[in-house]
């Protein structure tokens, strides 16, 4: 079974930073895509930035420039740096990934629990 556990979400003042991780364990073949969603309470789930298994990666108009996504393969872990924050980026920020299982011929995708970031004026 293929597991997402996050970590770093914290409360922090306006310009501050944090950095939210994301651990893979589990029977891992292989992970197509990663990224960091975050919701607020009455709103719609949006992406923020993402990760393909080609490197390639996406950042929502509200992140960049402040927000960096980034990598480390042999751990199965990716990081969103967060840096110059607003109350606007208050959040539950969760990890998504679409993952080959070892024994799996296709992706499924999976979630964490969500981390909550909170920024305060």
């Known amino acids: 079974q293929v597991q997402l556990a996050e970590s770093g979400g914290d409360m922090v003042q306006a310009g501050g930073s944090l950095r939210l991780s994301c651990a893979a364990s589990?029977?891992?073949?292989?992970?197509?895509?990663m990224g960091w969603y975050r919701q607020v309470p009455g709103n719609q789930r949006e992406l923020v930035a993402s990760?393909?298994?080609?490197?390639?990666?996406f950042y929502a108009d509200s992140g960049k420039g402040r927000f960096t996504i980034s990598r480390d393969i042999p751990k199965k872990t990716v990081y969103l740096q967060m840096n110059s924050l607003k109350p606007e980026d208050t959040a539950v920020y969760s990890c998504?990934?679409?993952?080959?299982?070892?024994?799996?011929?296709?992706?499924?995708?999976?979630w964490g629990q969500g981390t909550q970031v909170t920024v305060s004026s």
């Open positions: 998504n990934a679409w993952i080959v299982a070892a024994m799996d011929i296709q992706p499924r995708s999976y």
């Open positions: 589990g029977s891992v073949f292989r992970i197509d895509f």
């Open positions: 990760i393909t298994s080609g490197g390639s990666t």
